[in-house]
């Protein structure tokens, strides 16, 4: 059975290979996964008095939940270095204040092309997770970082 046609515009929708996590304009990494891409609206109810028939109901706070990005290792430091400036000695540099990073998320197809990206507000690393170090275990090296944040935006690749 054919797949239905997903795309506004006909053909099949395109499909990311890569992200690209970039914070403050430095490039952390490539990521296989990334989870968390989304959003809720909670909704208030207000029971009008007389009104039985319904509950008035009205947008509420956006949530967002941590975005965890997965990858094989890489030899760049720029990820720890970011962690290292948001906890720790670099937070206790910074004055004890949180200086919040605008990050981006960019989907990539296999020939490298910008899809789409999510532009991060208020981000900070909240949890990195290194390799299972085990000279016996011959499964590919992997790290996980879990960021925190205030929102996204969503913009088509330029």
Known sequence: MPVPDASPLGGTPPT???????????????FGRVGGLQLT?????????????????????????????SRGLTE???????????AGDGFEAAGGKLVPSTASVTLLDVAG??????????????????????????????????VTHTGFRSRTAA
């Open 113 to 146: 092309t910008r899809l789409r990206s999510y532009e991060i507000e208020g981000a900070f690393p909240v949890r990195w997770t290194g390799p299972t170090l085990d000279a016996g275990d011959s499964t590919a090296l992997t790290e996980e970082l879990e």
């Open 41 to 69: 609206v909670s909704v208030d109810e207000y029971a009008e008095g007389g009104v039985n028939g319904y509950v008035h109901r009205f947008p509420g706070r956006i949530q967002w939940p941590n975005l965890v990005f």
């Open 76 to 86: 760049s430091d720029n990820l720890l270095d970011w962690v290292n400036r948001t």
């Open 16 to 30: 990311a290979a890569h992200f690209l996590l970039e914070v403050d304009g430095l490039s952390i990494g490539m």
